[in-house]
């Protein structure tokens, strides 16, 4: 790699500055809307139970913004204070922004912009993701790459979601609108010299699987006339074949976690702390289970919370974070599956 043709005392002396470079998380936030909702809420609107939803998916409450003036950006914003103030660094140190959601503010332009705007910083690149439950990750990878190459030094990921307005919440959309609530978690992926930090990502997708969990229009194949044109087509519900996901979900989960620990030569018993995306809780118990981790080493918080998606990681990461649940040197391993289908894991020394 140094022996090209241009190698000279200076190439080398940077590429190896380059090597030296890492990231770390270096500050987290989140913000949930403060509007709680119960399943026994829920069986008000549609045919559905606390104990259906209890014992099927582990969740107790969400949170929906409700009548609150809330925005995908705007709930980023929130969460992204929180994670600046955290990281202890000025806005305005900011390199880049990350923006992953499945819920933008608009069809165009992305959310990440507004989130620019919404902090008045500087005129950074803003990019947004569309990876769904695996968007932190993917966004991670992305934050990770960037700082590696030495281009930016700080970089803010944004996770955030509101999935309250686009529900069926009549009993024929009962499967899906039970699992998600709205949220917004945050990160700072900053550069550093030390050996701690991200010490690899893994990304996956299988796009045959596409329309097992999908929002399929409006979009570009079906344009807003199509729609009214047919008034019984109500594909612009989310559509999810829930034990097909499932299924998928677990044999990916515990495939992708094993590959990061086996690129850093760990093994399961180095994992200090598990925190794998919030889809059912009774994913997390299969995969602990299978990987026959102990309680304490896996993470979660989806009966307070729900399924949000793309800030799901960032949200359960700062709780465990504030709950000092992980130490300087801990092994905390990140995985995620979703919608594409598309799955990765994220593996940092603490
Ligand atoms: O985050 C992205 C990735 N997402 C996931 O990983 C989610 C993966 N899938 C799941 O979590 C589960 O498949 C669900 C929670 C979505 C569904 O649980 P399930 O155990 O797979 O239930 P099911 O879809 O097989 O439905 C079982 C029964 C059905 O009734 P019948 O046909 O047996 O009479 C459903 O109609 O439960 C019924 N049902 C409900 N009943 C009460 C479905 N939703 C509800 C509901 N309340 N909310």
Not at 16 to 29: A, N, V
Not at 52 to 58: L, Q, Y
Not at 133 to 161: H, P, R, T, W
């Amino acid at each position: 790699i140094y022996q090209t043709k241009n190698t000279d005392k200076m190439t080398i002396l940077t590429k190896l500055q380059i090597d030296m470079i890492r990231s770390k998380i270096s500050g987290l936030g989140f913000f949930v809307p403060e509007n709680v909702v119960s399943n026994d809420d829920l069986s008000k609107l549609m045919d559905t139970s606390n104990d259906w939803i209890s014992e099927r998916t582990g969740i107790k409450n969400r949170r929906w913004v409700g009548d609150k003036k809330l925005t995908t950006s705007l709930m980023g914003t929130y969460a992204a204070e929180k994670a600046i103030a955290d990281a202890g660094i000025d806005k305005n140190d900011i390199d880049f922004i990350i923006f992953s959601t499945l819920s933008p503010d608009y069809y165009f332009p992305g959310s990440g912009v507004l989130l620019q705007r919404n902090l008045g910083i500087k005129e950074i690149g803003a990019l947004d993701v569309r990876n769904q439950c695996s968007g932190f990750i993917y966004g991670l990878s992305i934050a990770d790459q960037y700082i590696k190459s030495g281009m930016y030094k700080n970089i803010l990921l944004v996770g955030s979601e509101i999935h309250s307005g686009g529900l069926d919440k009549s009993t024929k959309g009962r499967s899906v609108s039970v699992i998600f609530g709205d949220g917004a978690g945050a990160a700072i992926i900053s550069s550093t010299k030390s050996e701690n930090g991200i010490l690899s990502t893994h990304l996956h997708s299988e796009g045959k699987y596409a329309e097992e969990l999908a929002v399929i229009k409006p979009a570009t194949t079906h344009w807003i006339d199509k729609i009214k044109s047919d008034q019984n087509d109500e594909s612009f519900w989310p559509y999810m074949n829930g034990n097909f996901v499932f299924k998928n979900a677990v044999v990916r989960f515990e495939q992708v976690i094993k590959e990061g620990l086996e690129h850093s030569n760990l093994n399961l018993e180095d994992i200090s702390l598990l925190i794998p995306h919030q889809a059912n809780l009774r994913i997390s118990q299969f995969i602990q289970k299978k990987l026959k981790l102990s309680d304490s080493q896996v993470f979660n918080n989806i009966m307070k919370y729900g399924n949000t998606t793309a800030a799901s990681i960032p949200i359960a990461l700062t709780e465990a974070y504030q709950s000092n649940l992980k130490k300087k040197n801990d092994i905390v391993v990140l995985a995620a599956f979703g919608s594409g289908f598309t799955w990765g894991s994220a593996v940092i020394k603490w």
